[in-house]
């Protein structure tokens, strides 16, 4: 029961006002403990009530916490492309990092000098040079092989006589770069020779060291006309030095180290300069000297007379064989045709000589037409005397051939010289008679120097072969006046 705490009248349980005064209600769990409950307004005590628990609403729970949004997810990165799969194959392992030395410590000499040798090797003007030298080197044993293959009764494949293929190409090598060999053990009519090939033979190494030098023009960007041009004479040393192991293989014919690696060098040298040349021709314009163009002009005649005199000995040579069965001896025709026919650049030099009255040394072969330039139907009245010229074939052909290889022999080295002379005159245009036959004379020397290098690189065997001073002394004298006799004539025009 409980009572309003201002005019002490009865309460309802769940009255919260009173209803006689309209005191709120106080609630007793409010009220303290001890307080005690004041009496109407009689005298008695009223023992307080004990407090009836009063339903109190319940205490509003607290709101729970709004979550916090969530961060927006970082926008996802562009996933790279997926790498193309490798072919099928063994897969290339990483290469090893190079293990860095100890601080402190220095590489032993042996091992710097390595170092230093290996970033040499992969520099591209040493790749290049070996490029030149090698790929000659592989093309020249290729055609050894070919050549080793023919019969060892012609004129080139006798070396394969008393040997395996494999040191007959290696003298076949040798031959390619027109290298001599000093030997008694083939056969009695070449026991003293020291060259066979044919001059033919040369155009291997020149032609494979040209077509590689050119090829290298991509490797050497940026590389001058002098850096290209040592670089192909490199290769041209390299190509020597790799044909001196040939040179030691060829069994029990002894083989010229000295010349093997001279013409090698010589052949490369000329085949790698003339392909670094084409691949980008230098624009030289005026600054090549005018003494160059004179020397070119008084040459060119003398190029004309060789690709006739090679098609007029050629074809002599080639009837001759096939009309004369001893000209042959031991070789079926096809052989040697194909003998002859190898032998064409040495037919038109000789020719050229035998031309310009130089005189010849008599060797003695079997058979003895062999010993000659040009063919005869008596080679041994020819070649009794041990030297011989071209007026000594009066005594070996017909007076008919006789009259008929003067007249076109002489005329031709004569009428291209007399041209050379001309036409150096005419290019510097001297007034004077007198100083353009000097002019004209000009043929004599550059002739000489030319027809004499021809005899000396091209074999002393087989077909003749003229004496060198006496090429050199004749054409000399002959040819300077010749040519001046031209240059005279170019300035009275």
């Known amino acids: ?27 007793a769990a409010e009220a303290e403990p001890t307080a005690a409950v004041r009496a109407p307004d009689t005298a008695r005590p009223v023992e307080p009530a004990a407090p009836e628990p009063e339903p109190t609403s319940p205490e509003p729970t607290p709101a729970a916490p709004e979550p916090e949004p969530e961060p927006a997810a970082p926008e996802p990165e562009p996933t790279p492309p997926e790498p193309e799969p490798a072919p099928p194959g063994p897969t290339p392992a990483a290469p090893e990092p190079e293990p860095e030395p100890e601080p402190g410590r220095t590489p032993p000499p042996q091992a710097e000098l390595v170092d230093q040798l290996g970033r040499l090797g992969r520099t591209p003007a040493v790749v290049a040079a070996a490029v030149i030298g090698l790929g000659t080197f592989a093309a020249v044993f290729v055609v050894g092989v070919v050549l080793a293959a023919l019969p060892d009764r012609s004129l080139i494949g006798f070396l394969g006589a008393d040997a395996g293929y494999l040191t007959e190409a290696f003298r076949q090598m040798v031959q390619l770069v027109l290298a001599g060999f000093e030997s008694n053990a083939v056969f009695e009519a070449f026991q003293n020779t020291s060259r066979v090939a044919p001059g033919l033979f040369a155009l291997v190494p020149v032609i494979a060291s040209a077509f590689l030098a050119r090829a290298q023009l991509q490797r050497l960007q940026g590389v001058g006309l002098v850096g290209r041009l040592v670089c192909a004479a490199g290769g041209a040393l390299v190509f020597a030095l790799a044909m001196l192991v040939p040179a030691l293989l060829t069994g029990d014919i002894s083989a010229d180290a000295g010349q093997t690696f001279g013409f090698a060098f010589l052949w490369a ?225």
């Open 1 to 27: 029961m409980a009572f309003c705490d201002q005019c002490g009248e009865r309460l309802g349980e769940t009255a919260r006002f009173c209803p006689s005064c309209g005191t709120p209600r106080v609630v």
């Open 269 to 493: 040298l000329a085949g790698g300069v003339t392909g670094t040349l084409l691949a980008a021709p230098p624009a030289v314009g005026d600054r090549i000297p005018r003494a160059a163009w004179d020397v070119l002009a008084v040459l060119r005649p003398l190029g004309l007379a060789l690709l006739v005199a090679t098609a007029i000995g050629t074809a002599a040579w080639l009837v001759n064989v096939a009309m004369a069965e001893g000209t042959r001896g031991a070789r079926s025709l096809p052989i040697a045709l194909v003998d002859t026919a190898l032998y064409a650049v040495d037919h038109g030099v000789h020719t050229v000589e035998l031309g310009t009255l130089a005189a010849f040394e008599g060797a003695r072969l079997e058979p003895a037409v062999l010993s000659l330039p040009l063919p005869a139907e008596e080679p041994n009245e020819i070649l009794q005397a041990g030297s011989f010229r071209l007026l000594d074939y009066r005594d070996g052909a017909s007076a008919v051939v006789f009259l008929l290889m003067l007249a076109v022999l002489i005329f031709l080295p004569v009428a291209t010289a007399l041209f050379a002379g001309f036409s150096v005159a005419k290019r510097r245009a001297s007034a004077s008679p007198g100083l353009s036959a000097a002019w004209g004379a000009l043929v004599g020397p550059v002739w000489a120097i030319a027809l004499a290098l021809l005899s000396a690189l091209l074999q002393d065997t087989v077909h003749g072969h003229a004496q060198g001073e006496s090429v050199f002394g004749v054409v000399l004298v002959g040819g300077a006046l010749i040519g001046a006799l031209g240059g005279y004539l170019a300035a009275r025009d």
